[in-house]
């Protein structure tokens, strides 16, 4: 059995519904899968001795799982205030527009689209509801629209699918870029470093309790992966799916297709620096 404190970034161990922080917990939706991992990480967040919550990303259309969040703010003392998507995958945003009707709330994100109210999100943004105090950070890269959400007061950021509790995660070409996911784990890192962040409240996966070892993890791994895809193509695998089968060769067949994106993306990044 591996040693959760020798993986990287310390996961926490096995993901489970309930208090992760003192103002994080998380409610975990029916929907494991290859992409999903143990399914999708809903997080209910409230100031302490506050009856209000934030709610982020409702995860998936499923009416009993987005129940059991407005039961567990419920037994928590707690009335959902309002909604926030990280970003618009459905595994994540599909159920935000009953889980508003469910709740009553306003739903805000980056992208116009997945909004439900007047105001969005973006870089610089502050929310606050009940005392509790949320930073909007720009992390584009795995999608355009994603964001992460520093919660200072736990030293904690929600990071969505820019950083996993296990695992990578892809950067869904074309509407990610790998440039921008780059940029976007040296914007997390300094989170770690200037501003004390040492927990990951993912979108999928356990808690990761050394954000910065998370994030120099993910860093590292891109590099590793790109000089990899670089070579692929200097020894005559021209296309994304040669690379993918000659790259990924250890991953899970099932995973694939979510590697070819990735590794488009990785030729369109070098391409854009006059690599291959």
Known sequence: MSDAAALPGQPRGLVVSGPATARAANVLAPNPSAMTLDGTNTWLLSEPGSELAVVV????????H?????????????????????????????????????????????DPALRLGDEGLGAGDVVTVGGLELRVVPTPGHT???????LPADRAVLTGDTILGRGTTMVAHPDGRLGDYLDSLRRLRS??????????????????????GAVEFYLAHRASRLAQVEKAVADGHRTAAGVVAHVYADVDRSLWPAAELSV?????????????
């Open 57 to 64: 990303d409702p995860g998936p259309l499923d009416e009993a």
């Open 66 to 110: 987005l129940g059991r969040v407005v039961e567990t703010a419920a037994a928590l003392g707690k009335r959902v205030a309002l909604t926030l998507l990280t970003h618009g995958h459905p595994d994540h945003a599909e159920g935000a527009g009953r889980f508003a009707e469910l709740t009553g709330t306003a739903v805000r994100a980056l």
């Open 144 to 150: 355009s629209d994603s964001l992460s959400f520093h």
């Open 191 to 212: 989170l770690t470093v200037d501003d004390g962040v040492h927990t990951v409240l993912p979108g999928h996966g356990p808690v990761l309790e050394d954000a910065q």
């Open 264 to 276: 488009r993306a990785q030729l369109e990044y070098l391409g854009e620096r006059g690599g291959v």
